[in-house]
């Protein structure tokens, strides 16, 4: 049958052939259901491109950097990697966390990264891959100063579950590892297996 | 514009149409994360998600009419 044809039963079990509506363009007759899904498709692309490039996620490089950082983190603590984890983290906030988070498993005192692997090891995969996944709703930049030229101090990064911030290191900018966890509350709480 | 033009025009546009309707359901699923997607707004995540479904449409009448 020919594409642009339609076939159908009447009600006397007779067999007709409908021609298809179709528009001429080029000199050849296209069915017009075709036109109209071109045109449809191509006019929301171009819809959809400008939507993306009004979002291009990387209008502050910083705060790309810092996102970044959050993600890594985020990751290293869900995959139970913790010398990763621990190296993104500020020394006495490492310490301070791996106090907590014995006393919460009910351990002996360890190192930072021995606790990142202790939370890993008690938790279930679907766990570990709600913190690998976890959605950043918000990154805020704190403590610039355009005045002076002076790159933002800190920046929080917001989740669900509250808010991780972050502080750079001192004399460092423009790379991703110039951010050190400050703190890391709110991922280390989705982390602990015992709440 | 020949329709040759308007037929590649639609594939490449029904191509990343579902690409990003799939990078929304990833998404979604909290499995895949893109700063893109984060800063949009209700709105022009509908135009995204309409695209997409835009996208698979065109790709069955395409194939209905003999494609």
Do not use: Y
Request: net charge negative; glycine share 12%.
């Amino acid at each position: 049958m020919d594409p642009g044809s339609l076939s159908r039963s009447t009600s006397l079990g007779r067999n007709v052939v409908e021609r298809e509506p179709t528009t001429r363009i080029g000199g050849e007759d296209i069915p017009s259901v075709l036109v109209g899904a071109a045109i449809l498709v191509i006019l929301l692309g171009i819809a959809g491109f400008w939507v993306l490039a009004r979002n291009t996620g990387t209008g502050d490089a910083e705060a790309a950097d810092v996102r970044a950082r959050f993600r890594s983190f985020a990751e290293a603590v869900a995959d139970g990697d913790g010398s990763a984890a621990c190296d993104m983290i500020v020394p006495e906030i490492a310490e301070s966390f791996a106090e907590r988070a014995a006393l919460n498993l009910g351990s002996e005192p360890g190192t930072c990264p021995e606790m990142i692997v202790g939370f890993a090891d008690g938790r279930s995969p679907d766990h570990s891959t709600l913190i690998r996944g976890v959605e950043v709703l918000d990154v805020r930049m704190l403590g610039a100063d355009t005045a002076t030229n002076m790159p933002p101090e800190s920046a929080e990064v917001e989740i669900e579950a509250g808010v991780v911030s972050f502080e750079r290191r001192s004399g460092c900018a423009g790379a991703v590892d110039c951010w050190l966890v400050h703190d890391g509350g709110p991922i280390f709480r989705m982390a602990d297996p015992s709440r | 514009m020949t329709f040759v033009v308007l037929r590649f025009l639609a594939h490449v546009a029904a191509a990343f149409g579902v690409f990003w309707l799939v990078a929304f359901g990833a998404h979604l699923v909290g499995i895949f994360e893109d700063p893109r997607i984060v800063e949009m707004a209700a709105w022009e995540r509908v135009i995204i998600v309409l695209w997409g479904l835009a996208g698979i449409g065109w790709w069955q009448t395409w194939k209905a009419t003999g494609g």
